[in-house]
């Protein structure tokens, strides 16, 4: 068994930045792909981005693409979300997921529906 615990979200002004980070726990949990979802008030979960267990590859949602940056370090079981030029349409609860299942390296995972574990969410806010 395992949990994922994010932290790092709250309230920014738009153009500003915020970091999230996804700590995993628990006895030989190692999650394989893992990604970062997001869900605005009155819509579906939504991803954002997604990275691999070699973490050579990444994937980013068309609307995140080229603000928002996945990262991990294995050594301490955490992903990272860093989010820059921030709008209000990014205002939504974050989600982190862990893909348990192994494929190969590079495998990454937009849906969410194949996640295993997720956390409780963190909120962002961004006024405008």
């Known amino acids: 068994q395992g949990r994922l615990d994010e932290s790092g979200g709250g309230l920014v002004q738009a153009g500003g930045s915020l970091r999230l980070s996804c700590a995993a726990s628990?006895?030989?949990?190692?999650?394989?792909?893992m990604g970062w979802f997001r869900q605005a008030p009155g819509k579906e979960r939504e991803f954002a981005a997604a990275?691999?267990?070699?973490?050579?590859?990444?994937e980013y949602a068309d609307s995140v693409k080229g603000r928002f940056t996945i990262s991990r370090d294995r050594a301490k079981n955490m992903v990272f979300l860093q989010m820059n030029s921030l709008k209000p349409e990014d205002t939504a609860v974050y989600y982190c997921?862990?893909?348990?299942?192994?494929?190969?390296?590079?495998?990454?995972?937009?849906?969410?529906?194949?996640?295993?574990?997720w956390g409780q969410g963190t909120q962002v806010t961004v006024s405008s």
């Open positions: 997921a862990a893909d348990m299942d192994y494929y190969y390296s590079n495998y990454v995972n937009r849906d969410a529906r194949d996640y295993d574990y």
């Open positions: 990275i691999s267990y070699s973490e050579r590859r990444t």
């Open positions: 628990g006895r030989t949990f190692t999650p394989y792909a």
